[in-house]
């Protein structure tokens, strides 16, 4: 009953919106009633929800294709996880965010949840993910010292931040189980990316590093996209005029050309490394 209870304590965090409440749900958002045989729910912004699931079985797609190819070096293991966990996510977020948000967040309460643990596995999944993609890509574009310190950096911060936010889900902390908290986690990852893959560029000209390059250009472009649409606040000035499309579109839309670009281009260069940095 004590774990039980734990876990349930994360909906004491009520949503940051006075004004959104179980009644007021599908005022500020697309919802579609959805009957099935004698069961009915709700399901919000159905058209979100079409683009962060395609998302999240593309990208699994594109991990199940890398594990297809595994290669000796074990990138290409990495590099299926790393898509696996992050397609799973975005299946994980999907489901609480957009469509099943009012079941998950609202039913049954007087008010309305901030978050869920649907959201909360998501943050680990995709941090997990950032830190397998710097496994996959330390595996395939460095060796020696800078290889075991780029491997042992992705574990450690794998297993901290995968702690520090459960705790924070557990105890309820907010501060500890935000988006924008995990973000800050990876742009180091991210940063650690553009600056090897550049660096191995300019040094050797390398196929693999260039089309690596387009691709943290392409999600660095996504996430530009997503943080200008969503500070300008255009969603809600389009769904004044009925018209439903969120920052989250943007930067789903965004990463479904960047799992295409990846399965296009990268999946083939991904090899050993064969260059002394």
């Avoid at 809600?236 to 479904?256: A, E, M, R, Y």
Wanted: aromatic share 12%.
């Amino acid at each position: 009953m004590k774990i039980s209870a734990a876990f349930k304590r994360l909906k004491t965090i009520r949503s940051t919106d006075p004004t959104l409440t179980p009644e007021t749900w599908c005022d500020v958002q697309p919802c579609v009633n959805i009957k099935l045989g004698s069961k009915q729910f709700l399901l919000t912004q159905p058209s979100s929800t079409f683009f962060v699931y395609l998302l999240g079985m593309l990208t699994i797609g594109v991990g199940l294709n890398f594990l297809r190819l595994r290669s000796v070096d074990g990138s290409h293991l990495w590099w299926g996880i790393s898509m696996l966990l992050w397609g799973i996510g975005a299946l994980l977020a999907g489901t609480s965010y957009q469509a099943f948000g009012y079941q998950i967040k609202c039913r049954g309460q007087e008010t309305v949840a901030w978050t869920s643990w649907w959201e909360v596995i998501y943050l680990i999944f995709q941090q997990l993910s950032m830190d397998a993609l710097l496994v996959a890509v330390a595996l395939s574009c460095s060796d020696g010292t800078l290889q075991t310190l780029l491997l042992a950096g992705a574990l450690i911060c794998g297993l901290v931040y995968s702690v520090v936010t459960f705790i924070g889900g557990m105890l309820a902390i907010k501060s500890l189980i935000t988006f924008e908290r995990m973000v800050w986690v990876s742009t180091p990852i991210f940063l650690i990316l553009c600056i090897l893959n550049g660096w191995r560029y300019y040094q050797s000209n390398s196929p693999l590093d260039l089309s690596l390059i387009g691709a943290w250009i392409l999600l660095l472009l996504t996430m530009a996209a997503y943080g200008i649409y969503d500070k300008l606040g255009i969603t809600p000035k389009l769904w004044t005029k009925g018209i439903w499309f969120s920052q989250n579109d943007v930067l789903h839309i965004g990463l479904i050309l960047w799992m295409i670009y990846l399965a296009a281009v990268v999946t083939k260069l991904v090899t050993a490394s064969t260059i002394m940095i």
